[in-house]
């Protein structure tokens, strides 16, 4: 994995249909919050636009993570686009070939869901100070589940009885969650706006996928245009992160 971050590539205003965006609602445009979030916002943003094949992008969601790993940062960028009938999911990571952080290759996978097959979208909030809560109190952290292949994950841990002098053995206790994404998006981390851009993103989500009419919407993209070249394979990767 490089240990350089990345420099952001600058992609001319007529290059692409992402440039054509124009948001009402959230604080940043595709193409916006590529070049905010700096990890190899161009060929994200090519590889997004391959995945998007000329549909019309609703609402998107772009979430960078970042892992020290002893000397190393490791990154990882999802970007999630939302249209009429799909659900665009795109995951890249870099990697370090050698030591002098001179040959860098991208991984990167995507995938289509036909937002008919999302089973649930769950959203799990977390506020501060909650005694002395006002409806004017943002949120300060929020976890967005997103599940469509009726995988399901399931985390065990030892039962107990509450009494802490007993020792006797209860079995295991655990919870079922159905989840094929999950991502963590904190005000600390990404700030309030990111926050706020993850709740009306997970809105426009339920909208077309409960068949309401999505609240939020982007201005019509232009044409297609020629791709210069597709993948040969696309790598495959896990997306609970």
Not at 3 to 8: E, H, K, L, V
Not at 15 to 42: C, D, I, K, M, V
Not at 74 to 89: C, N, W, Y
Request: with cysteine; glycine share 6%; charged share 20%.
């Amino acid at each position: 994995m490089s240990t350089q971050s990345p420099t952001p590539q600058s992609r001319p205003s007529n290059t692409g249909n992402h440039a054509a965006h124009n948001h009402n609602s959230q604080g940043q445009s595709l193409e916006q919050a590529l070049q905010q979030a700096g990890f190899y916002p161009r060929l994200v943003a090519d590889v997004v636009d391959d995945a998007l094949d000329g549909r019309e992008c609703l609402s998107h969601l772009v979430h960078l993570e970042t892992h020290f790993d002893r000397a190393e940062v490791r990154r990882h960028i999802t970007v999630l686009v939302l249209t009429e009938d799909m659900l665009v999911i795109t995951h890249v990571d870099d990697q370090q070939l050698d030591e002098a952080g001179e040959q860098i290759v991208a991984q990167i996978s995507t995938e289509s869901v036909p937002v008919a097959q999302i089973r649930s979208v769950v959203l799990s909030y977390m506020y501060s100070q909650p005694q002395n809560y006002k409806p004017s109190d943002p949120v300060r952290e929020l976890t967005v589940s997103i599940a469509w292949s009726g995988g399901q994950r399931l985390d065990m841990g030892p039962a107990s009885c509450g009494d802490p002098q007993c020792e006797a053995d209860h079995g295991y206790s655990g919870t079922i969650a159905q989840e094929d994404i999950v991502l963590r998006i904190s005000a600390e981390a990404d700030g309030l706006q990111a926050v706020q851009d993850a709740k009306l993103f997970a809105r426009a989500l339920r909208a077309v996928n409960t068949g309401n009419p999505a609240p939020v919407q982007h201005s019509s993209l232009s044409a297609p245009r020629p791709r210069s070249g597709v993948f040969s394979s696309r790598l495959s990767r896990g997306h609970q992160r």
